[in-house]
């Protein structure tokens, strides 16, 4: 009798330790590419280049467009848009990566003219908000339909829009909700790396949302020790949300140009004039999996960015983002390969 005592004594110590932890746990890494939408259609020679990285995941991208920052008018799902930033684009995207088995996060983005930065949007009136926030809701909407009939794996409710979601939070908890009545997947939201502690719904969500391009070296050309150590605050700062949340970080986009001081500021996306620096990105890449690739609560991410036409892109000598034919590619395949 005491031995049964002691034995249930004991599995319901251990469940409440189990079940009260603060660390979550991602069962099995998103090793992700962030697939650039474009005006063709995805043919299996623009996959095999992801298969041959052993990517898990892609990110599939429609977009919709606004005027300015203060512009209620979101523009989506036209003809005048590339075929992959639209609705039957994405839904060719999507089928087409799963017929090769990648898992898919489906993954809206709104552009603003002139590349003004999203999270910087504010309507001027409470009318001009709840004209934005009704067409904002048709969008996701529409996507989140799309996510669900096509078996996606993972969808985005969101990316970069800290004004929106600070300023209208009511709207988001109900968006969310209607989100959950249509898709029954994983969902996340993707926010800027300087807000990511600020967002108030991550407890309604799966998946915390890093677009991970947080400043960790002013060197030239870092070491990756160098690199390591300039994640350590930014790390901190995840596992505490992780933490704080229960939820494991999601890098929904992370990655560098192969540019001279790349490191520094990560998020820049204007045109740099100088010379390639494909070490500096090689570097940055290897201190990014190193520091998180291994750590339990962390679920993984996409790179940015992937383009379609790998030949083409592998063979540009070019200081942008994407690692196609750069040593950051082989780094891809070591980490992707490990996991």
């Not at 409440?16 to 020679?45: E, H």
């Not at 829009?161 to 939201?189: A, S």
Request: hydrophobic share 40%; glycine share 6%.
């Amino acid at each position: 009798m005491k031995k049964s005592f002691a034995l249930v004594f004991t599995n319901i110590i251990l469940f409440f330790l189990i079940g009260c932890s603060a660390t979550p746990y991602a069962k099995q890494k998103i090793n992700g590419v962030s697939f650039v939408s474009s005006r063709d259609t995805l043919l299996q020679t623009h996959i095999d280049p992801v298969l041959r990285i052993q990517a898990s995941h892609a990110a599939v991208m429609p977009f919709a467009f606004v005027r300015d920052k203060n512009n209620p008018e979101l523009i989506f799902n036209t003809e005048r848009q590339w075929y992959g930033e639209r609705y039957q684009g994405a839904k060719q995207y999507i089928e087409s990566l799963h017929a090769s088995k990648i898992k898919v996060m489906l993954k809206p983005h709104i552009w603003i003219w002139k590349g003004v930065f999203t999270g910087d949007m504010h309507m001027n009136t409470e009318e001009e908000w709840l004209v934005f926030e009704k067409s904002y809701e048709e969008y996701i909407l529409l996507y989140a339909q799309l996510a669900q009939d096509t078996g996606v794996e993972l969808f985005c409710v969101g990316t970069e829009l800290y004004n929106f979601t600070n300023e209208r939070q009511q709207f988001w908890d109900q968006l969310i909700d209607k989100v959950r009545n249509v898709y029954t997947g994983k969902i996340t939201y993707a926010e800027n790396w300087d807000k990511v502690d600020k967002v108030h719904f991550w407890q309604e969500l799966d998946y915390i949302g890093a677009d991970a391009y947080f400043p960790i070296s002013e060197q030239k050309t870092p070491s990756v020790a160098e690199a390591r150590e300039g994640w350590q605050v930014h790390k901190k700062l995840l596992k505490d949300l992780a933490e704080k949340y229960n939820r494991p970080v999601l890098f929904t986009e992370f990655g560098y140009r192969s540019a001279d001081y790349s490191g520094k500021e990560p998020w820049a996306s204007d045109r740099y004039d100088g010379a390639m620096n494909s070490e500096s990105q090689k570097n940055l890449y290897e201190a990014t999996f190193e520091e998180f690739w291994n750590e339990p609560w962390f679920a993984g991410g996409f790179v940015w960015k992937w383009f379609h036409d790998h030949k083409r892109s592998a063979s540009e000598e070019n200081n942008r983002f994407t690692p196609q034919g750069k040593p950051a590619e082989d780094v891809l395949l070591k980490w992707y390969s490990r996991m």
